[in-house]
């Protein structure tokens, strides 16, 4: 009902400026990308930001993402390229890596695709556009229509073929699994929304034995090479549940996951919304309301006396960073590198 809403209030008045900034990040991030790291330092700058709020509605304040030079797809599918070929795969599945990954953490999604490998498992890549969630949230229904088209037909392709469709971002997993099929009603995009998961959720459910130690088959291949080592156990972590991987109406499996497979405790906070909410709490005229919105969270945090907090979000984790000046990371770079694959 909110996506009919804005798409016709969008088809009335137009899209203003901002909205129609942030529906073409994309191509902001390609530009960034490229000229990376010079681009970090440039946008650091105070002028720069102060002119960017007036070209873009960004508010000065909000402290952004650093950018990586060229993007995770090129190199991961370099990397892969050099990889043997996995004999005998337990599951095959195709990365739908979204914006903050291609062009933001390049190492988060080297996390992703390494525990894989490492857990023989084998990973594609398709061709991909981020998912189209600015222009869905603004009630660009041309742009959201054409992006998540490209999306189908190529990943449709990947599903045919056997491969299940993971996120490691919980907004692209619900736009794959959800919103798409608003926008696209044909049989690929159906096949597209049931074989979309969240990653988490995916390693609990599908592809990774979570049964106790004695229970799990002997077969090495079926199994994680399981490694207990010092990283992580000696810290204090807990988890900030975003609010798109609870509108999946999945339970979140990340600390399962790393309880399970690395020994790692996680303390759940159950602090309500961060604030962001995507674009919204970029602009300038909700950056205090987004402030204000999460200072619950943000208190929670500093009692919590926790060194690391992990959160799936990218958007989630600027927020908090921002709130709190601690270190926030996505659960799989923790569990990566309790394997000693980072």
């Known amino acids: ?136 949230v603004y009630g660009d229904i041309k742009t959201s229509k054409k992006d998540l088209e490209f999306n189908v037909k190529y990943l449709s392709e990947a599903v045919k073929r056997g491969y299940k469709i993971i996120c490691s971002e919980p907004s692209a997993a619900l736009c794959m699994k959800e919103d798409l099929r608003f926008f696209v009603d044909n049989p690929d995009a159906k096949i597209v929304s049931e074989n979309t998961f969240e990653f988490f959720d995916y390693l609990k459910n599908v592809a990774v034995p979570l049964d106790s130690a004695q229970d799990r088959p002997a077969t090495a291949k079926q199994t994680p090479n399981i490694k207990l080592g010092a990283y992580g156990l000696t810290d204090k972590y807990v988890h900030h549940t975003p609010c798109h991987l609870l509108s999946l109406g999945v339970k979140p499996a990340s600390i399962e996951v790393l309880k399970r497979l690395a020994g790692i405790e996680v303390r759940e906070l159950d602090g309500g919304c961060c604030g962001i909410a995507g674009t919204f709490g970029m602009q300038k005229k909700n950056y205090d309301l987004s402030i204000q919105i999460g200072r619950k969270l943000a208190e929670k945090i500093e009692k919590s006396g926790a060194g690391i907090i992990l959160t799936e979000c990218s958007t989630c984790k600027m927020q908090i960073e921002q709130l709190t000046g601690k270190e926030v990371r996505h659960p799989i770079k923790v569990l990566a590198e309790a394997f000693g694959l980072l």
């Open 1 to 136: 009902m909110i996506m009919e809403a804005r798409t016709r209030l969008a088809q009335k008045r137009g899209l203003n400026h901002t909205a129609k900034v942030l529906v073409s990040n994309r191509y902001m991030s390609i530009f960034a990308s490229a000229f990376a790291p010079i681009s970090n330092i440039f946008m650091s700058l105070a002028p720069v930001r102060w002119i960017m709020q007036i070209l873009t509605g960004i508010d000065k304040r909000r402290a952004m993402p650093k950018f990586g030079f060229s993007t995770f797809i090129r190199k991961a599918e370099k990397w892969l390229a050099e990889q043997p070929k996995l004999e005998n795969p337990v599951d095959k599945v195709a990365y739908f890596t979204d914006t903050f990954v291609n062009y933001n953490d390049h190492k988060l999604g080297f996390a992703v695709i390494k525990f894989l490998r490492h857990n023989n498992i084998d990973v594609i890549i398709p061709k991909q556009r981020p998912a189209p969630l600015p222009a869905v």
